[in-house]
Every structure is written in structure tokens, then in C-alpha cells.
């Protein structure tokens, strides 16, 4: 079994992956990916190993185990197949609805 950690830019955590893999001996590992280098290289948080097809997701935690996989995309607004940029947004709204409705309670209440 191989463990991965995916970095996950958005909540600041790697997620992990374990697939059914045995390790390989010297350089047998799956070459990393990496985007082109500048002229200081390459971020760490922009290469490493594609995660299996097969994996398995295991947990989360703030330290990396196992091998480095490529990184997890950034959500960015609009972009993540839900309507305004997903989960944040509706949270969003929703502790604004409840700040309108404590508001008209208290107002009320006096």
C-alpha cells in the first residue's frame, strides 16, 4: 500500500490517498509532474505525483504522509460547477438571512 497527500489550498490540509500499490525499489516511483520551471523553479505546491485512479480516500491532516500528489485545483468563482462559486456563497447567504432575522426579532421584541 502507498499513502499520498494531495495539498488542498483551499482549507490549508493535505488529503490522503491510499492505493493498492506495492513501493517501488530505487527509482521505480511514478515521475512527478511538474509545470514549466522559472528562473527560481518550481513551487512545491504545484508539483508532485498524480494520485492513482484506484485510490482511496482515507483522511485529512496538516502534514504531508507518503508521497507528494499533485495538488488539489483552486475553487475559484464560478468555477466549480455550482452556481456562485458553490458552498461559501450559500453560507454567505445564510448568515446573512439569519443575522435579518435575529435583527427583526429583536426590534420586536422591545
Known amino acids: 500500500m ?5 495539498w488542498e489550498p483551499s482549507g490549508g490540509y493535505y488529503d490522503y490517498f491510499e ?6 525499489i ?6 512527478p509532474a511538474l509545470p514549466s520551471a522559472t528562473e527560481l523553479g518550481v513551487p512545491s505546491t ?8 484506484g485510490a482511496e480516500y482515507i483522511g485529512a491532516g496538516y502534514e504531508a ?12 468563482l464560478g468555477q466549480s ?18 443575522g435579518i432575522g435575529i435583527g427583526i426579532v429583536i426590534t420586536r421584541w422591545k
Open 26 to 31: 530505487n527509482d521505480d516511483l511514478p515521475v
Open 65 to 76: 504522509v507518503g508521497l507528494m500528489a499533485v495538488p488539489a485545483p483552486v475553487e475559484q
Open 81 to 98: 460547477g455550482e452556481p456562485l462559486g458553490g458552498r461559501n456563497v450559500l453560507m454567505m447567504l445564510g448568515a446573512g438571512a439569519l
Open 2 to 6: 502507498i499513502t499520498y497527500s494531495r
Open 19 to 24: 492505493a493498492d500499490q506495492s513501493p517501488g
Open 46 to 53: 504545484e508539483c508532485g505525483r498524480p494520485v492513482p485512479s
